[in-house]
């Protein structure tokens, strides 16, 4: 178990300004908590908070390793420090509205001491990957948008060049696209 590894675990609770840390010791005790700037000047605040309310063997459990804590996690990491990823929770009902900063920080270091936690995914190839698939996510968008928009311009032509794209709304939109380009491409009369 990790709790017979390390004597603390720093959970964090990362925001686009702020992060907040608690410190929790082996035994589960929630020690101190704290706050520190989402920048580079905050991280090592953060690390200089570790060193003195965690000091000896620490393991840092940080929420959202691939969003807000990214920096956090890489900056930690870099200083030799032993870094696990921490899920954000859900937040559904009466529960969402009993968050507090504090009590997620907490709760992240208490999952990370009851399971071990998951190594942090914040390696280049991880961040280049990710970089790709937004864009491709949002070149997917904007094609969708954009064949919307052409079915919407059909439903609103006039008669005569609706008929004449009739059906071609409904397919993949490729045929719809390419019906549209040899329109455009014709002389202007």
Request: proline share 3%.
């Amino acid at each position: 178990m990790l709790a017979d590894r390390v004597a603390f675990v720093v959970g964090v609770d990362t925001h686009a300004d702020r992060h907040v840390l608690a410190v929790v010791d082996a035994a589960g005790v929630t020690r101190s908590v704290g706050s520190v700037a989402a920048t580079r000047v905050g991280y090592r605040d953060a690390l200089g908070y570790a060193h003195t309310e965690a000091p000896g063997a620490r393991v840092w459990a940080v929420e959202g390793s691939g969003s807000y804590g990214a920096g956090l996690a890489r900056f930690l990491i870099g200083q030799g420090e032993r870094v696990r990823e921490v899920e954000r929770p859900a937040r559904q009902g009466s529960r969402g509205r009993l968050k507090t900063d504090a009590l997620d920080a907490e709760r992240a270091a208490r999952h990370v001491l009851q399971t071990g936690g998951a190594m942090p995914r914040v390696g280049e190839d991880t961040q280049a990957l990710r970089v790709l698939l937004a864009t491709r996510d949002g070149a997917v968008r904007a094609r969708t948008a954009a064949l919307n928009e052409l079915r919407a311009a059909v439903i609103t032509a006039p008669a005569e060049l609706r008929e004449r794209l009739d059906g071609l709304t409904q397919k993949t939109g490729d045929r719809l696209r390419e019906a549209a380009q040899r329109l455009s491409r014709r002389p202007a009369r």
